[in-house]
């Protein structure tokens, strides 16, 4: 019997061993995923940040004569419908504006490379610089 008390012993002592280990590995995971979720969310942070600081520059391209235009437009309507309507997308180089569905439509039959000719001047632009006018009106308002 005294013979079995050590060999009880050391495979206790190895199953306590092999717990530790699995705990330790169990934690250094936990540690894992933490810093994995962390770095994700500086990764989201940082996208959108990209995404604004896009924004705010074709945003700055924007000339006075073109805001001015786009202003004017507001009022007058979309030039393709000519409905009134409370969505209304610009097109930041030339000013010109249309409504959401009517920028859709034309997107949909005329884009090329993710560019499109605006429909009031025929200036080439990108589909990314079609953005919605209180946007535009907000951060001007924001930065005078």
Same mark, same amino acid.
């Given at each position: 019997?005294?013979?079995?008390?050590?060999?009880?012993?050391? #495979? /206790?002592? $190895?199953?306590?061993? @092999?717990?530790? &280990?699995?705990? *330790?590995? !169990?934690? =250094?995971?936990?540690?894992?995923?933490?810093?994995? #979720? /962390?770095? $994700?969310?500086?990764? @989201?942070?940082? &996208?959108?940040? *990209?995404? !604004?600081? =896009?924004?705010?520059?074709?945003?700055?391209?924007?000339?006075?004569?073109?805001?001015?235009?786009?202003?004017?437009?507001?009022?007058?309507?979309?030039?393709?419908?000519?409905?009134?309507?409370?969505?209304?997308?610009?097109?930041?180089?030339?000013?010109?504006?249309?409504?959401?569905?009517?920028?859709?439509?034309?997107?949909?039959?005329?884009?090329?490379?993710?560019?499109?000719?605006?429909?009031?001047?025929?200036?080439?632009?990108?589909?990314?610089?079609?953005?919605?006018?209180?946007?535009?009106?907000?951060?001007?308002?924001?930065?005078?």
């Amino acid at each position: 019997m005294s013979a079995r008390l050590p060999y009880n012993l050391t #495979r /206790e002592r $190895e199953a306590r061993e @092999r717990q530790q &280990e699995l705990s *330790d590995l !169990i934690a =250094a995971r936990q540690i894992q995923d933490a810093w994995n #979720r /962390e770095a $994700e969310s500086a990764k @989201r942070k940082l &996208e959108e940040q *990209d995404r !604004i600081l =896009a924004l705010e520059l074709t945003i700055n391209q924007m000339d006075a004569d073109s805001l001015n235009r786009m202003q004017n437009s507001i009022t007058e309507g979309c030039p393709i419908c000519l409905e009134r309507h409370n969505t209304l997308k610009a097109i930041i180089l030339c000013g010109h504006i249309m409504c959401d569905y009517c920028f859709e439509g034309y997107c949909k039959k005329f884009v090329k490379n993710e560019q499109i000719q605006c429909p009031v001047c025929r200036q080439l632009i990108l589909l990314s610089d079609a953005i919605p006018t209180n946007i535009i009106l907000e951060y001007h308002n924001s930065n005078k």
